[in-house]
């Protein structure tokens, strides 16, 4: 199990504050550094607000409680969504929106998940190692205030700094010992060249290693 994964089964306990402290404090750590398992959790926690402000409510018949219960005994696999799931059928009384929500999801994640048990998709976050890039440590907020001729007012210590590669692409740093480093080393530097893992889907880099190649 993926540190991502083993927070990801932690997040509906963590948004409904059912875990101890020093698990909060992991989980909170975690999300602030990885985007991927940040959305999750804003995905978790979009579906407790909809169903618990907009949601009518029946009793649902125990035909449908034994059917949906007997699909989830077969689901471990997303062992954080589904745990969602039982939290959300085992209200008293049921949502009507929760209900017809977790018929449709259950249909289409089992479908998906048996679809493609052997494509190799169990980690859906692509990234590219042994990536090189080479740029310029800028702030981010002054490059996008400059091309919009917006006048940048911001104090120097808020300052959100990011590698500016020759194609203009901007790319967040991982908060990493050597992500840290390069930061400190890079923010007089002209040009840094780095090497790492790539994630760029969510426009992030992992340094593992970096070279200041001009002062």
């Known amino acids: 199990m993926t540190p991502c994964d083993k927070i990801q089964a932690q997040l509906s306990a963590y948004l409904d504050q059912e875990i101890a402290a020093e698990q909060v404090r992991e989980v909170t750590a975690h999300l602030a550094m990885c985007?991927?398992?940040a959305a999750a959790a804003s995905a978790e926690k979009a579906i407790k607000t909809l169903v618990h402000d907009r949601a009518r409510t029946y009793n649902?018949?125990?035909q449908l409680h034994?059917?949906?219960r007997h699909e989830l005994a077969y689901a471990?696999?997303?062992s954080g969504f589904?745990?969602?799931v039982r939290e959300l059928f085992e209200l008293h009384p049921q949502p009507a929106f929760a209900t017809l929500a977790v018929i449709v999801l259950a249909v289409s994640v089992l479908t998906y998940l048996g679809s493609n048990a052997t494509a190799g998709l169990s980690d859906p976050i692509a990234y590219v190692a042994n990536a090189h890039l080479e740029g310029n440590i800028i702030c981010a907020d002054c490059q996008l205030m400059m091309v919009t001729q917006t006048p940048c007012v911001h104090d120097a210590a808020s300052h959100r700094l990011v590698l500016k590669c020759a194609d203009g692409k901007l790319w967040n740093i991982v908060q990493s010992p050597q992500g840290r480093e390069l930061l400190q080393a890079g923010e007089a530097a002209r040009l840094v060249q780095t090497e790492g893992y790539l994630f760029p889907?969510?426009?992030y880099v992992q340094v593992t290693n970096f070279k200041v190649m001009q002062n």
Do not use: D, Y
């Open 60 to 62: 649902a018949p125990p």
């Open 76 to 78: 471990h696999e997303r």
């Open 66 to 68: 034994a059917r949906i």
């Open 35 to 37: 985007p991927p398992c």
């Open 201 to 203: 889907h969510v426009g």
């Open 82 to 84: 589904w745990q969602l």
